[in-house]
């Protein structure tokens, strides 16, 4: 289905607020290039150590693109 917005949709609700990636496919099959997910604390409850988030990040990178393609 086309969201017709012209523009990206930030997904919040994901990471750390429970959603996982099988729900962000779920719920936008088919729509990913329009999709930016949210993960902030997902990324930042990792702790003060600085490379910690940037660790985070490059997770929730791969398992959010690999769902939306």
Do not use: C, M, T
């Amino acid at each position: 289905e086309d969201l017709a917005i012209n523009g990206p949709v930030l997904v919040p609700g994901l990471g750390a607020q429970g959603g996982s990636g099988s729900d962000l496919e779920r719920i936008f099959a088919g729509l990913g290039r329009h999709v930016v997910p949210s993960v902030s604390r997902e990324i930042l409850k990792v702790g003060p150590d600085a490379s910690a988030p940037r660790r985070a990040a490059i997770r929730a990178g791969q398992e959010y693109g690999r769902v939306l393609g």
